[in-house]
Nanobody, 116 residues
Framework: QVQLVESGGGLVQPGGSLRLSCSASGSGLSISFMAWHRQAPGKQREMVATIHSSGSTKYDYSVKGRFTISRDIAQNRVFLQMSSLIPEDTAVYYC??????????WGQGTQVTVSS
């Protein structure tokens, strides 16, 4: 089992920045890649960014150039640095971890609200 705990969400004005963190814990983690997803009210959950254990990253076009995903493999943590935030970024942000076995785990989510 893998437990994921997100932190760092909150209320921010348009144009502002936030940094989300996600910590993974459990025995025998063997995580191949981690990701951030988000779900806005009335919408489906969507992928925001992923990072593989090799360090390769992918971003949704809507956040490319504004968001940066990074990972501390030694401490089993993943981060999402969000800049130039816009109201459309308002959502619950979820951390996801996938093991080499293919098992996938989700965090409980953290709310990000972009509003003046």
């Amino acid at each position: 089992q893998v437990q994921l705990v997100e932190s760092g969400g909150g209320l921010v004005q348009p144009g502002g920045s936030l940094r989300l963190s996600c910590s993974a814990s459990g025995s025998g983690l063997s995580i191949s890649f981690m990701a951030w997803h988000r779900q806005a009210p009335g919408k489906q959950r969507e992928m925001v960014a992923t990072i593989h254990s090799s360090g390769s990253t992918k971003y949704d076009y809507s956040v490319k150039g504004r968001f940066t995903i990074s990972r501390d493999i030694a401490q089993n943590r993943v981060f999402l640095q969000m800049s130039s935030l816009i109201p459309e970024d308002t959502a619950v942000y979820y951390c996801r971890a996938t093991r080499w076995s293919g098992d996938t785990y989700w965090g409980q989510g953290t709310q990000v609200t972009v509003s003046s």
